[in-house]
Nanobody, 118 residues
Framework: VQLVESGGGLVQAGGSLRLSCAVS????????VAWYRQAPGKEREGVGC????????FYAAAVKGRFTISRDNAKDTVYLQMDNLKPEDTAVYYC????????????WGQGTQVTVSS
């Protein structure tokens, strides 16, 4: 099982980025995939999650209305579209997978850095 994030980078405040989480070793539609982030000196926090099968999504209050999670089962990839980025969104972003959202996720990616300049 492998999860690989990509798409991070440097962007100005108000800009957009789309992160990708490419999965292998399991059937994507059978798993929920979550996005987490960790800023320097802070605890890891959940950003959102997309459920298996029905694709329902859940978001943290800090990103709701700005971030969108989607999945493409044919490409075995989950996306995190981030719009109207703020400097406080700066963090390493991770994707994680398990059977359910809010689980103790069994599988994690290595992370991708997102930096938002003011």
């Amino acid at each position: 099982v492998q999860l690989v994030e990509s798409g991070g980078g440097l962007v100005q405040a108000g800009g957009s980025l789309r992160l990708s989480c490419a999965v292998s070793g399991f059937t994507l539609d059978d798993y929920a995939v979550a996005w987490y982030r960790q800023a320097p000196g802070k605890e890891r926090e959940g950003v959102g999650c997309i459920m298996r099968r029905d694709g329902n999504t859940f978001y943290a209050a800090a990103v709701k209305g700005r971030f969108t999670i989607s999945r493409d089962n044919a490409k075995d990839t989950v996306y995190l579209q981030m719009d109207n980025l703020k400097p406080e969104d700066t963090a390493v972003y991770y994707c994680a997978a398990d059977r359910y959202c809010a689980a103790n996720y069994a599988y994690w990616g290595q992370g991708t850095q997102v930096t938002v300049s003011s």
